[in-house]
């Protein structure tokens, strides 16, 4: 019989107010790709972390190749053979990749740190998974996608034989995924053990050999083959019954009038002339591969970057929006960040005060003072609404899980009823019943009139939400289609788009009638 590569028997983990883990155990072998699922709050992050020796049982013990281990530090289990891809990026944020990829094993020459021979190691994991960017560069000039993708080289740099990793698609596109997907397979034949946690079940079927489901803290299943499930199946064990989380319903097929454009848009990031249009009730996505600039248009519209040219229309008019709390206040347009660690929570403070950030301007003009209490009436039905999973809303956001996190950062724009919301990255850690009900979420926004901006990595969300899809390339637009809402089609011409050079692909029609679903 095979010794197990990791083994944890009845793990244990209480936090204040929370039971994180009630006797959990999982079996990881020598070249196996075994998925951990479970819904927001199941506690896999808290196992992950347990297994690393951030946070130490309070029950329950665990064995590498068959032998105990007591790990009480991160740097133990690194030199034990683990390596990590934390769901929320540890990198340092003023240093290089060279450094951030290669910062537990700086090479030396003379007694000095070797930057040569540590820049050439940084380039060949970076090589790896098709990223060629300069080493040099600060972590912090990276997009969260690049970050990503840095973090999974630095794991993949360890050459660990357990290698254990924490939603690592979350932020990177197709084409980053296909790399690291057969990446990971020449590993697993290599004899490397994998711990693959993901919401998108659609990776699970096509990477996994098997599967352990936790629920509440506690083994919903274990060690179970893939080949033996379905997503159905998947979805009971994790929620504790079968639920319908594929139809998203209908919506109605006239547009408004444009609430949103972009004419000739330049920004310091290097987008030139850029035109898009975005309608009442239209959800417009924006795909594009890692570097496009997606998420640095985002956030010139929202003054987040400065604008070099062009001009910016609200409702027909000129806007020169000047930061965040402006384009809210005084333009209605909400923006869900991509990067909710750094910029889109505040993780010290509670649930009420980040959910309720948005709307204090708005009591403020209705009531000269409000209370603690006025402002948990507003906000709690949108925290409810979201599941968000919480002691109380006076818990700190930063003792959430990474998934709970994401519904805050969703839960405070709903709160605020703008009229224009950028939606980036919407459903990143977010569990499969949660991430069904965001679907259903955006697209009633729509209806209500909303004009939704939604960026996306995730190419069958974008296929299924979108009404139009605005494809990105090189900071430039490439690519303007009307969504047929069927995947084989659709993925096909978006990625067309991306690959084929020559002039922009223009599909659109000037009607404002939607394509009908599913035509």
């Known amino acids: 019989m095979t010794t197990s590569a990791l083994q944890v028997e009845n793990a244990t983990k209480n936090f204040p107010g929370v039971k994180a883990l009630d006797s959990v155990s999982l079996d990881l072998q020598p070249g196996e790709i075994h998925a951990l699922l479970g819904e927001n709050g199941a506690g896999k992050s808290t196992l992950i972390k347990i297994i690393t020796g951030v946070y130490r049982p309070d029950e329950g013990k665990i064995q590498i190749a068959g032998e105990p281990v007591n790990f009480t530090t991160p740097q133990q289990a690194l030199n034990a053979g683990i390596g990590t891809v934390h769901q929320e990026r540890n990198l340092i944020p003023h240093y290089s990749i060279a450094e951030n990829i290669m910062l537990d094993r700086l090479p030396t020459k003379f007694g000095l740190i070797d930057r ?17 960017i300069d080493p040099d560069l600060p972590v912090r000039r990276l997009s969260v996608a690049q970050m990503q993708l840095v973090e999974i080289a630095r794991a993949l740099s360890m050459q660990s034989r357990i290698l254990l990793l924490d939603e690592p698609t979350a932020s990177i596109t197709g084409n980053e995924i296909a790399i690291l997907f057969n990446l990971l397979r020449r590993l697993k034949d290599e004899g490397v053990a994998i711990l693959f946690v993901s919401h998108k079940l659609e990776e699970v079927f096509e990477l996994c050999d098997k599967v352990t489901i936790l629920r509440d803290g506690r083994n919903a299943s274990e060690s179970v083959l893939i080949k033996e499930l379905d997503k159905q199946k998947i979805v009971a064990h994790m929620i504790g019954r079968d639920e319908d989380v594929g139809d998203i319903g209908q919506r109605k097929d006239k547009l408004g009038s444009t609430k949103l454009e972009l004419k000739d848009v330049s920004t310091a990031q290097g987008h030139h002339r850029i035109n898009l249009q975005v309608k009442e009730g239209e959800v417009l996505g924006l795909y594009g591969l890692v570097g496009a600039g997606r998420s640095e248009l985002a956030r010139a519209i929202m003054g987040a970057e400065r604008i070099t040219g062009g001009e910016i229309r609200i409702d027909g008019k000129p806007a020169r929006i000047k930061s965040v709390q402006d384009a809210l206040q005084n333009w209605r347009i909400g923006y869900v960040s991509e990067n909710r660690k750094e910029e889109g929570l505040i993780l010290p403070h509670s649930v009420a005060k980040n959910t309720g950030i948005t709307i204090w301007h708005r009591l403020g003009k209705v009531l000269s003072l409000f209370t603690d209490a006025m ?43 703008v009229e224009i919301l950028i939606i980036d990255e919407p459903t990143v850690g977010i569990d499969i019943r949660t991430k069904g009900y965001l679907h259903r979420l955006i697209w009633n926004l729509a209806e209500q009139g909303v004009a939704v901006l939604l960026i996306s990595s995730d190419m069958p969300e974008m296929v299924l939400l979108a009404d139009r899809v605005v494809v990105m390339k090189d900071m430039q637009i490439v690519g303007n ?17 991306i690959h084929e050079s020559g002039s922009e692909v223009d599909e659109t029609v000037e009607d404002g009638v939607l394509a009908p679903q599913g035509a």
Not at 481 to 495: A, C, F, K, T
């Open 375 to 417: 402002e948990r009436l507003e906000i709690k039905p949108f925290v409810e609404k979201l599941n968000v999973i919480t002691p109380s809303l006076e818990q700190s956001v930063g003792n959430l899980s990474g998934g709970n996190q994401q519904k805050v950062s969703v839960a405070k724009w709903l709160a605020a009823k």
């Open 116 to 132: 040569t021979h540590m820049r050439q190691q940084a380039k060949h994991w970076l090589g790896v998974l098709d990223l060629y």
């Open 481 to 497: 289609l009307p969504n047929s809402h069927q995947y084989e089609g659709m993925s096909s011409r978006i990625m067309n788009c």
